[in-house]
């Protein structure tokens, strides 16, 4: 088959070097927005004079055509074509003749595809923005669950103060917030049509950028046509805000498998989002959460090789950027499934609550409070450290722990201690006075559930 860009050659390749150069295989999922560009380019063509109106007319008819036989699944995509921009401008030239020849006016493959990739991704950002919001408000409904359930909070995964599971939950969903502005961010610099920049230095006819541009919805338009022919910062952005996301995601993996091993057992997933062994019947793995985990290095690898696609590379278009888009499909792919599969497994799971508070017994964790104490009734806070890590210690020796230790060994340590030192350091007590603006306490929980309730819309 002759190619569409003979003439400066014979436009006859190796079959070989057409299957290195085609990107039809990945490109073709960007049809409808090629589809729809190209109309909005007839339409444009149309309102200046650059082509008669009855031209564009028959254009954006027989584009039309085109996108509705691909979607009933009349039309099938030509593998055999270069790209997606070259099947489609060979159907139309197929069914149309001449006419179907003029629609390349006054732009070029180079901003066609800058064009097509920013209208798809800015679809992508929309669709994982709110599969974010899903997973946000199956943690949020998680956390108003467990808003008053006791658990031991971690520092260095040893246990350190007592916090509610609502709480620790919470932590996901200010994660996924941010998550969601940077998404956000990335939609809005995205949102620049860089069509009219044709090859790199624009054209000669006289284009209405800005007019192609608002009917695509774009914000406005790239304002150096070098630029916008060979920009991918967008791709990079949304790849580092994607992977941003997944370590989120792989965190939130990470506790769940450990909360659901029989050494915590703080949790339990449904049987519908784990499985079982080949071998071991006893088996119950977190295999969804570990794959979450998994793939968070395949995204990260994805960011990677977008930068260093692009690190070398001189002004304007190089045949190299046509590797953005299997990185950049690829990352859009995994993240979509990874939140669609951990908001199910996260709206379905239970906890455990007796085992949480039992763990939360042990361990020592209401020893700040007891310093506190100790504190409140005018020790040096340091001095209240001290003591208190000597009464843990002397605990440890004893094989006690602080709730059981007699009020007169209390008072060998000090002689502020008196019977409220019990209530004081009862774990509910520990909870419920960590008053301070994004604690603990239920009241504090119960707010942190409101605020993101109110950020995504609720």
Same mark, same amino acid.
């Given at each position: 088959m002759a190619k569409m860009w003979a003439g400066r050659t014979d436009g006859v390749? $190796?079959?070989?070097?057409?299957?290195?150069?085609?990107?039809?295989?990945?490109?073709?999922? @960007?049809?409808?927005?090629?589809?729809?560009? !190209?109309?909005?380019?007839? #339409? @444009?063509?149309?309102?200046?004079?650059? =082509?008669?109106?009855? %031209?564009?007319?028959?254009?954006?008819?027989?584009?039309?055509?085109?996108?509705?036989?691909?979607? +009933?699944?009349?039309?099938?995509? %030509?593998? !055999?074509?270069?790209?997606?921009? @070259?099947?489609?401008?060979?159907?139309?030239?197929?069914?149309?003749?001449d006419v179907g020849k003029k629609l390349h006016t006054a732009r070029s493959r180079n901003d066609q595809v800058a064009l097509d990739i920013r209208m798809y991704l800015? $679809?992508?950002?929309?669709?994982?923005?709110? &599969?974010?919001?899903?997973?946000?408000?199956?943690?949020?409904?998680?956390? $108003?669950?467990?808003?008053?359930?006791?658990?031991?909070?971690?520092?260095?995964l040893q246990r350190a103060q007592p916090i509610t599971f609502g709480h620790h939950l919470m932590a996901y969903a200010m994660m996924l917030l941010r998550d969601l502005d940077r998404l956000a961010d990335c939609r809005h610099r995205m949102n620049q049509s860089p069509i009219g920049c044709c090859a790199l #230095?624009?054209?000669?006819?006289?284009? %209405?950028?800005?007019?192609?541009?608002?009917?695509?919805?774009?914000?406005?338009?790239? =304002?150096? +046509?070098?630029?916008? /022919?060979? %920009?991918?910062?967008?791709? /990079?952005?949304?790849? !580092? #805000?994607?992977?941003? &996301?997944?370590?989120h995601l792989s965190r939130f993996s990470e506790e769940i498998i450990l909360w659901s091993s029989w050494e915590f057992k703080f949790v339990e997933l449904s049987d519908a989002y784990t499985t079982g062994s080949s071998i071991m019947p006893q088996k119950k793995n977190s295999d969804m959460a570990e794959l979450v985990r998994g793939k968070t290095g395949r995204v990260y690898g994805d960011l990677m090789a977008l930068l260093t696609t692009l690190k070398g590379l001189p002004l304007a278009y190089n045949k190299d950027m046509q590797e953005?888009?299997? !990185?950049?499909?690829?990352?859009?792919?995994?993240?979509?499934?990874?939140?669609? /599969?951990?908001?199910?497994? /996260?709206s379905t799971m239970t906890a455990n609550t007796d085992r949480m508070k039992k763990a939360a017994q042990t361990g020592f964790i209401n020893a700040t409070d007891l310093a506190d104490y100790l504190a409140k009734k005018g020790l040096p806070f340091r001095s209240a450290y001290k003591i208190s890590g000597s009464i843990v210690a002397h605990c440890i020796a004893e094989g006690t722990v602080l709730e059981d230790l007699p009020l007169k060994e209390y008072q060998k340590f000090s002689d502020l201690f008196d019977e409220d030192v019990y209530q004081e350091i009862s774990l509910e007590t520990c909870v419920r006075k960590?008053?301070?603006?994004?604690?603990?306490?239920?009241?504090?929980? $119960?707010?942190?559930? #409101?605020?993101?309730?109110?950020?995504?819309?609720?």
């Amino acid at each position: 088959m002759a190619k569409m860009w003979a003439g400066r050659t014979d436009g006859v390749t $190796e079959q070989i070097a057409d299957d290195f150069n085609s990107s039809i295989r990945f490109d073709s999922r @960007m049809y409808r927005q090629d589809i729809t560009g !190209s109309m909005a380019h007839a #339409a @444009m063509l149309g309102a200046t004079g650059i =082509l008669p109106q009855k %031209d564009c007319d028959t254009l954006i008819d027989g584009l039309d055509g085109i996108l509705q036989d691909l979607e +009933s699944g009349k039309l099938a995509f %030509d593998m !055999s074509c270069e790209d997606i921009h @070259m099947f489609v401008e060979q159907e139309l030239t197929n069914r149309l003749g001449d006419v179907g020849k003029k629609l390349h006016t006054a732009r070029s493959r180079n901003d066609q595809v800058a064009l097509d990739i920013r209208m798809y991704l800015r $679809e992508e950002t929309d669709t994982v923005s709110s &599969l974010v919001k899903e997973l946000i408000r199956a943690v949020t409904a998680q956390a $108003e669950t467990y808003k008053a359930a006791i658990m031991p909070g971690y520092t260095h995964l040893q246990r350190a103060q007592p916090i509610t599971f609502g709480h620790h939950l919470m932590a996901y969903a200010m994660m996924l917030l941010r998550d969601l502005d940077r998404l956000a961010d990335c939609r809005h610099r995205m949102n620049q049509s860089p069509i009219g920049c044709c090859a790199l #230095a624009g054209t000669t006819y006289p284009t %209405d950028r800005r007019f192609e541009a608002a009917k695509l919805g774009f914000d406005g338009i790239c =304002l150096n +046509s070098m630029d916008g /022919v060979s %920009d991918r910062d967008f791709c /990079v952005e949304l790849l !580092s #805000a994607f992977s941003i &996301l997944m370590m989120h995601l792989s965190r939130f993996s990470e506790e769940i498998i450990l909360w659901s091993s029989w050494e915590f057992k703080f949790v339990e997933l449904s049987d519908a989002y784990t499985t079982g062994s080949s071998i071991m019947p006893q088996k119950k793995n977190s295999d969804m959460a570990e794959l979450v985990r998994g793939k968070t290095g395949r995204v990260y690898g994805d960011l990677m090789a977008l930068l260093t696609t692009l690190k070398g590379l001189p002004l304007a278009y190089n045949k190299d950027m046509q590797e953005d888009k299997e !990185s950049i499909f690829d990352a859009c792919d995994t993240v979509e499934m990874c939140l669609k /599969v951990f908001t199910g497994m /996260v709206s379905t799971m239970t906890a455990n609550t007796d085992r949480m508070k039992k763990a939360a017994q042990t361990g020592f964790i209401n020893a700040t409070d007891l310093a506190d104490y100790l504190a409140k009734k005018g020790l040096p806070f340091r001095s209240a450290y001290k003591i208190s890590g000597s009464i843990v210690a002397h605990c440890i020796a004893e094989g006690t722990v602080l709730e059981d230790l007699p009020l007169k060994e209390y008072q060998k340590f000090s002689d502020l201690f008196d019977e409220d030192v019990y209530q004081e350091i009862s774990l509910e007590t520990c909870v419920r006075k960590r008053i301070s603006e994004g604690g603990t306490s239920v009241a504090s929980v $119960e707010a942190q559930i #409101a605020y993101v309730k109110e950020k995504i819309g609720e």
